[in-house]
T-cell receptor, first 112, second 115 residues
Framework: GEDVEQSLFLSVREGDSSVINCTYTDSSSTYLYWYKQEPGAGLQLLTYIFSNMDMKQDQRLTVLLNKKDKHLSLRIADTQTGDSAIYFCAEGGQTGANNLFFGTGTRLTVIP | GAGVSQTPSNKVTEKGKYVELRCDPISGHTALYWYRQSLGQGPEFLIY????????DSGLPNDRFFAVRPEGSVSTLKIQRTERGDSAVYLC?????????????FGEGSRLTVL
């Protein structure tokens, strides 16, 4: 079955870059995703990348995909205290099957 | 409403009782999903509806769990003979179509505690 793994914790200083890593097992995934979960709020899609791309940039966010190694990363530039949250990597999105498989989440703490 | 609405936000029940959790998706979204999130874990897929029918219920852990969506909008997740291991946050999500980029719109969840 699908397995998505992430490290549990990351601490960075405000203004530094954060890099959150993820490995996955299902090579047939069409899309890979990063979701953000803030305390008391629902998960929110941050960004996604199509499996035939190796990089996607969206303002402060950069997603890198190494399909050969099944490795996905999310880089947040100029990390702010408002970025403190849990970040989930997810795979899925095959046509007609939208059930996503999530990692355990990485808790990002931004130190002022 | 503007977003996915779930009720109740918190439910405390005793072992062996029956529980219903409700999800009101974003208007017009045809796909609806239930996930379960245990403490310190990522969301775990339970069931997916396309319209009124359950397109994929492979994530339901056992036959104590059942979900319906009779009119293709509101969905109810039903748990019979609850056990302490059922304690978790139950998340509902919806999306506009069956085939999309996988953006799911999540509610804030229903936190179930089984004593």
């Amino acid at each position: 079955g699908e397995d998505v793994e992430q490290s549990l914790f990351l601490s960075v200083r405000e203004g530094d870059s954060s890099v959150i890593n993820c490995t996955y097992t299902d090579s047939s995934s069409t899309y890979l995703y990063w979701y953000k979960q803030e305390p008391g709020a629902g998960l929110q899609l941050l960004t996604y990348i199509f499996s035939n791309m190796d990089m996607k940039q969206d303002q402060r966010l950069t997603v890198l995909l190494n399909k050969k190694d099944k490795h996905l990363s999310l880089r947040i530039a100029d990390t702010q205290t408002g970025d403190s949250a849990i970040y989930f990597c997810a795979e899925g999105g095959q046509t007609g099957a939208n059930n996503l498989f999530f990692g355990t989440g990485t808790r990002l703490t931004v130190i002022p | 409403g503007a977003g996915v609405s779930q009720t109740p936000s918190n439910k405390v029940t005793e072992k062996g009782k029956y529980v219903e959790l409700r999800c009101d998706p974003i208007s017009g979204h045809t796909a609806l999903y239930w996930y379960r999130q245990s403490l310190g874990q990522g969301p775990e897929f339970l069931i997916y509806f396309q319209g009124t029918g359950a397109a994929d219920d492979s994530g339901l852990p056992n036959d104590r769990f059942f979900a319906v969506r009779p009119e293709g909008s509101v969905s109810t997740l039903k748990i019979q003979r609850t056990e302490r291991g059922d304690s978790a946050v139950y998340l509902c999500a919806s999306s506009p179509t069956r085939e999309n980029t996988g953006e799911l719109f999540f509610g804030e969840g229903s936190r179930l505690t089984v004593l």
